[in-house]
């Protein structure tokens, strides 16, 4: 199951609701649960008062019953950890109590909403990564996933439009500008030691920026990943928005085959699995049917990539997963915007 937020966490502490929600994932033989991303400890680390934390006793104890409930039913899980890093002011009129942070104030090229971070704030928020990683192991969880995609924080390091700093944590080079990730997943791999595995999600999109890439070339993307494989990562969780889209002119291979072939670690694929429309359709209202699967088997079969995250499918049936094995095609429901505003539990 791909992390996907609900904002169904009232002042950042998960429900039994949502461990219902999950348990019920589990029940539905989803083989591997990615959380919905969880802040970090940072005062400014989200911009929605419902989007849980994954710090503090209470919420602690809400993830725990996640995680327990998941357990009981055989499933495994890893949270999402997640700093969102500089962002637009959210709807409900919400903000965080001190401003946004991020590399240089920028969430997009141009949009200043934040503040710059110090070497100190680094220091802290790289801790902050790591404190919420052991926290996920003491709690039981089978693995952590870093959120490093969709331009929130770690992306913003990445992005030359919204990393301008002159200091290590900046640079001309994608190299250079992996600097911020490779402290992290240092610092969660000291704190969870070797056994327990550490994903990193990566998405060369920006939802600003639908068609942007980080890495034009293949030699480009080994730059930017071979630091993250040698701080300690053991998964690269390559997020597109469409699966079947090459990712380079001359191959079919999509991200998650590219970063695989380049650096022989194990990538987890997603987007539109199953499903006619991508997933920002969605988020503009947008309904998507059920679609074959065959050309993802065709790819797996190949050994393009070792596992496959399904969101939208999942988030609206608990049972996919239960379905898809039984062959019972005729009972899949799709995706319609009225899935985003509940918990579905059936
Ligand atoms: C409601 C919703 C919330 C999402 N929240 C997150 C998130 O917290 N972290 C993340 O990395 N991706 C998030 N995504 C992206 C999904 O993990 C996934 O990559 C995307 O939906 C494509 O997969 P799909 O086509 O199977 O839905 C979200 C997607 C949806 C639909």
Redo the contacts with the bound molecule.
Sequence with gaps: M?????SFSPGGIPTADVATYYEKRAQGEVGLI?S??TVIDRPSASNDANVPHFYGEQALAGWQRVIDGVHAKGGQMGP?I?HMGIMDNHHSGWVPPVPFEGPSGLNRPGNNNGTTMTEKDIEETILAFGKAAVDAKKAGFDCVEI?G??GYLIDQFFWEGTNLRTDSYGGKTLVERTRFATDVIKEVRKQVGEDFAVII?LSQFKPSEYTYKLANTPQEMEAWLQPLVDAGVDILHC????FWEPEFDGSDLNFAGWAKKLTGKATIT??????TG??FG??AGESSQPSSLDELTRRMDRGDFDLV???????ADPNWVTKIKAGQTGELKG?TKEA?GELIME
Aim: aromatic letters at 10%; hydrophobic letters at 45%; a positive charge.
């Design positions: 791909a992390p996907m937020t609900r990615l919905e991303g999402q997640w959120h995609a969709h999600r997020s597109q928005r469409r997603v987007g539109s699995v199953g499903l991508d997933f969605a988020f995250a399904v969101g939208r499918p999942i988030l995706f985003l």
